[in-house]
């Protein structure tokens, strides 16, 4: 049986830690030439030399920004300059929020709806931009189950995430007559750094100490959904997987919830 995605390529932002680069070692696996985008470069090229080991030279790191759009619009040209082409994007790069109504402020807003919102908007623009000159592709953008229920995220972060959930959609119709398919992917409580500070903040810890608070959280989140387990980046990466290959071609304009049933345990009270 082929791989899933052989002679597609795919850009991943956040592709350096948590569900960004579970879905690089997924797609890697699955035959895609691949664009390893995120703002360590140390970790960039580790991944891209371990996945070169595994599966052949067909991997390249490009260091980004996501909240400029310039910076999008050239890892979008990276990607077409060292390819090819462009079949597959997905718009992962994000961080966690926590705020209420009256905490806002315009620094807070500037940064949460730069990192969250503009960095899809700015994807999907230039993705689309070389998508529709060639074969069409497939969009996949990071929302949340913050977008669907109250007390899933901060204040912020929940607004900015309905917000991709709903252009996730506007796009996918403006798009699918040129064969691009538009989805999001809703995430629920993923057992990943970000809990304890993201990437930056596992980095400073010891091994032993980073395992033990995985263990801990992967605990308490088996406690909060239906079924009886944490959320997995690889959870996440595999429902990537089926919309960036062929088998999902005929699904356009729709945000999928990934969360175990724990949007099911909550009405709008809770």
Same mark, same amino acid.
């Given at each position: 049986m082929s791989a899933r995605l052989s002679g597609k390529t795919a850009i991943i932002t956040g592709a350096t830690s948590g569900i960004g680069e579970a879905t690089a070692r997924i797609f890697a696996a699955q035959g895609a030439?691949?664009?390893?985008?995120?703002?360590?470069?140390?970790?960039?090229?580790?991944?891209?030399?371990?996945?070169?080991?595994?599966?052949g030279d067909h991997f390249m790191f490009h260091q980004v920004n996501v909240i400029h759009e310039q910076e999008m619009a050239d890892l979008v040209d990276a990607c077409v300059d060292h390819f090819g082409k462009l079949d597959c994007l997905f718009n992962n790069a994000g961080a966690g929020e926590r705020s209420s109504v009256e905490e806002v402020s315009e620094?807070?807003?500037?940064?949460?709806?730069?990192?969250?919102?503009?960095?899809?908007?700015?994807?999907?623009?230039?993705?689309?931009?070389?998508?529709k000159a060639g074969h069409g592709g497939s969009i996949i953008n990071n929302a949340s189950i913050a977008a669907h229920r109250i007390?899933?995220?901060?204040?912020?972060?929940?607004?900015?995430?309905?917000?991709?959930?709903?252009?996730?959609?506007?796009?996918?119709?403006?798009?699918?007559?040129?064969?691009?398919?538009?989805?999001?992917?809703? &995430?629920?409580? =993923? !057992?990943?750094?970000?809990?304890?500070?993201? /990437?930056?903040?596992?980095?400073?810890?010891?091994? *032993?100490?980073?395992?033990?608070?995985?263990?801990?959280?992967?605990?308490?989140?088996?406690?909060?959904?239906?079924?009886?387990?944490?959320?997995? &980046?690889?959870? =996440? !990466?595999?429902?990537?997987?089926?919309?960036? /290959?062929?088998?999902?071609?005929?699904?356009?304009? *729709?945000?999928?919830?990934?969360?175990?049933g724990r949007i099911a345990m909550f009405n709008e009270k809770s």
């Open positions: 030439q691949l664009v390893i985008a995120g703002r360590s470069t140390e970790r960039g090229e580790a991944l891209v030399q371990e996945l070169k080991t595994k599966y620094e807070s807003f500037d940064r949460v709806m730069r990192l969250l919102v503009g960095s899809v908007v700015f994807g999907m623009k230039h993705a689309a931009r070389v998508m007390n899933q995220g901060g204040y912020l972060y929940s607004g900015a995430k309905a917000a991709v959930s709903h252009m996730t959609r506007l796009a996918g119709v403006e798009l699918g007559p040129h064969n691009i398919r538009v989805n999001a992917i809703s &995430p629920g409580a =993923i !057992a990943t750094p970000i809990f304890w500070g993201g /990437s930056a903040r596992a980095q400073i810890l010891s091994e *032993q100490e980073n395992a033990a608070k995985m263990a801990k959280l992967q605990g308490n989140l088996a406690n909060a959904t239906p079924t009886p387990r944490s959320g997995l &980046p690889e959870d =996440i !990466a595999y429902t990537a997987l089926f919309l960036a /290959s062929d088998e999902g071609s005929y699904i356009n304009c *729709q945000d999928i919830v990934v969360d175990g």
